[in-house]
């Protein structure tokens, strides 16, 4: 009897066939990978980023309406100023977010992005490291929660070193002076074994 996948998986499935069939990079992060690390929050969708290089917005777009999703903001300039097209899949009724990938931080985060198991489907889900930094750059309280779980549980793999690098690097790029003292802070209260 074939396996019945989890509505997520469902969902993920068939965003992977659309990145599939166009050819494109693309990486899962946000909540849904914060889960697969140690954080023990609850989501209702799920985000995921693509670096669409030579494609077209617009045939990314007709893509994925023919693979089942439909745009939840019909506005081009939301798409345009934020680079977040907002979807809905069709079958199961969940929500996605896709980051559109620009030149940059978003490029490390997809060479960095491993291969992972979700419910019976691979697919490439954005590093633990990369998470605790994005989780510091949103700098939201149940962001802060996902980086102290990541953290705690992470504790014996994962590269802090990494961590600290990437953030200030994003740092100099946003002339900002606030992410790498609130990574320590998350570090200190997350009581990872000295050495680490």
């Known amino acids: 009897m074939?396996?019945?996948?989890?509505?997520?998986?469902?969902?993920l499935a068939d965003l992977k066939a659309v990145f599939e069939e166009l050819g494109v990079g693309w990486y899962v992060f946000g909540a849904q990978a914060a889960l697969l690390y140690g954080s023990a929050r609850l989501t209702a969708d799920v985000d995921v980023t693509v670096a669409l290089a030579e494609r077209r917005t617009e045939e990314f777009v007709e893509t994925l309406r023919a693979r089942g999703f439909s745009?939840?903001?019909a506005d081009p300039a939301f798409v345009s100023a934020t680079r977040v097209l907002p979807v809905v899949h069709d079958r199961t009724g969940l929500p996605a977010d896709i980051v559109l990938a620009g030149p940059g931080i978003e490029e490390l985060f997809l060479e960095r992005a491993r291969r992972r198991d979700l419910g019976g489907l691979e697919v490439p889900v954005a590093c633990a490291e990369d998470i605790v930094v994005m989780k510091v750059l949103a700098g939201r309280e149940k962001d802060r929660g996902d980086v102290q779980a990541i953290l705690a549980a992470q504790a014996a793999t994962l590269d802090v070193e990494l961590v600290r690098a990437t953030l200030g690097l994003l740092e100099q790029a946003l002339d900002q002076r606030d992410l790498l003292p609130a990574f320590e802070a998350a570090f200190a209260r997350a009581r990872v074994p000295p050495g680490v």
Do not use: M, T
């Open 2 to 11: 074939p396996r019945k996948h989890s509505p997520f998986v469902a969902l």
């Open 71 to 73: 745009l939840r903001v």
